[in-house]
Each structure stands twice: as C-alpha cells, then as structure tokens.
C-alpha cells in the first residue's frame, strides 16, 4: 500500500476515518480524557485514563488471541504494562464487553482504534511524562510501524462486502472506550 492508497477518498483507512471522526473527536473533549492535556493533571486521574485504555484493549486482545489470529498485532505486552497503573476499582460493573466484537472484519476495526490510538499516545507521553515520568512510560506505549504497515494491509485487502463490518468494529469500540471512560468519571 502506497501512501497515496491512504489518502485515497476509496481507501478503507479513510472510509474508517471518516466514520469514526465525530466519535474519535468526542473522546478528545470527554470530562475524563480531556483532562490528560490538563497542566494539573492528577496520579488518580491518569490511572482512571489507563483503567480506560486498559477495559477497551483488554477485550480486543482477547478476542484475537481467542481466535489465534495475527500475531502480528498483539497487544499483549501493552495489557501486561497497562495493568501496572491502571486503576481497576470497580471495573466488574461494567457490562460484558467481548460480545462487542463478532467477526474478524469487526475485530479488524478495532484492531485499527487501538494501535491508531498509539499515533497520539506519543504526543500525550511527551506531555504527561512532564507530570507522572514513569506512570506515562507505562501508559503511552509507542506505536509498533511494523504493526501499523500490517494491519493497514489487512484492512486495505478486506472484500467490499465486509468493509462496513469494520467501520462497525471501529465505531463499536470508540463507544466502548466512552462507556468506560463515563464509568470512570464517576469513580475518580
């Protein structure tokens, strides 16, 4: 895939991009998140913000590892550091979140929420690693390129007929990650 392939109005990435726009945007300006652009940014807040993180890659990872597919993309190792900070108070409250995740074009969507969202972890790690230096080593991993290269290829090669399955995926955990995030409001 060409740089240009991305930036093509028929690209997945762009038809996934343009349906999750709002979505994505809306979780910039959410009470919780938000706040890990704030100068006073607190500890409990930013273990709230991985607790986040932590829910939504939780269930996508498990999910694929379930079905012993791309290896590639793991998240594994992500979890592992991840489950360090995150605060999990309460967590059990939250509904079920695997059966967000149906098909492998679903799983696909997600797959591109998570690893896309390590695009703006490193901007966020420069920021907060100010504040919590060894708190943001652990919640902002960076991206994986090779990752990203892989699972870009797999959304660009999915067949029509599924691709709105994975705009589904994505659009899915964006609103997983804002239930999660509201959870965590209230508990902060």
Not at 57 to 72: G, Y
Not at 153 to 181: D, H, M, W
């Amino acid at each position: 895939m060409t740089s240009s392939g991305a930036r093509s109005n028929n690209s997945v990435r762009h038809r996934l991009r343009a349906a999750t726009e709002d979505l994505h945007q809306g979780l910039h300006r959410h009470p919780l998140l938000s706040r890990l652009l704030a100068a006073d940014l607190t500890i409990d807040e930013l273990r709230a913000c991985a607790a986040v993180s932590f829910a939504a890659i939780e269930i996508v990872e498990a999910e694929r590892a379930r079905r012993a597919i791309w290896p590639e993309l793991s998240l594994a190792d992500r979890l592992s550091v991840l489950r360090m900070e995150s605060d999990r108070r309460n967590e059990a409250s939250l509904a079920d979140g695997g059966a967000l995740i149906e098909g492998e074009p679903e799983l696909l969507g997600a797959l591109y929420v998570v690893h896309g969202s390590a695009i703006g972890g490193g901007i966020l790690f420069k920021r907060v690693g100010k504040l919590f230096p060894e708190v943001a080593r652990s919640v902002f991993q960076p991206q994986d390129p090779a990752a990203w290269k892989y699972l870009c290829t797999l959304i660009e090669s999915l067949p029509e007929a599924v691709v709105e399955r994975c705009v589904r995926g994505a659009t899915t955990l964006f609103n997983y990650y804002r239930k999660v995030a509201d959870f965590h409001t209230e508990h902060v």
